[in-house]
């Protein structure tokens, strides 16, 4: 397991929720607005919602679950490679930071170390690891 490959699954995280952001704007204009009460049916008054909003939203939830398996995939393998760790401090930081997407600040909170030592750990380790 590379830094690199730990460090993806926070990128993921982030491509995720701007997909579902996205997502959820496209299903909330998607639809009959409320604001009409009179009975009578009215247009959409100016937002698309032919197939191409369709389309838009199928190939948005494709790539979602494209990234949901690929972080699962990642996740499992960060854990199994942190679980090969003998040192509890070590496993902690790298299982907070990468895993849980924990900023250094946060982690070192955690984990009750200060920052810089965090920082070490995370730099000492993948140096001499790869």
């Given amino acids: 397991m590379t830094e690199r490959e730990l460090k993806q699954i926070g990128i993921n995280n982030r491509k995720l ?11 909330s204009s998607y639809g009959i607005s409320a604001v009409q009460s009179d009975g009578m049916p009215h247009g959409m008054g100016g937002t698309q919602s ?9 190939d948005i939830e494709r790539m979602i679950s494209a990234l949901r398996k690929e972080n699962r995939e990642l996740i499992e393998r960060a854990c199994e490679y942190i679980k090969t760790i003998p040192d509890g401090y070590i496993k902690a930081v790298l ?4 895993i ?8 070192a909170a ?19 690891v790869f």
Avoid: P
């Fill in 17 to 27: 929720v701007q997909l579902k952001a996205k997502y959820e704007d496209l299903c």
């Fill in 50 to 58: 032919g197939m191409a909003t369709v389309e838009e939203k199928v």
């Fill in 95 to 98: 299982s907070y930071r990468y």
């Fill in 100 to 107: 849980h997407c924990f900023d250094i600040v946060e982690t």
């Fill in 110 to 128: 955690v984990v009750r170390l200060s920052m810089w030592e965090c920082e070490q750990i995370c730099k000492v380790h993948f140096n001499n």
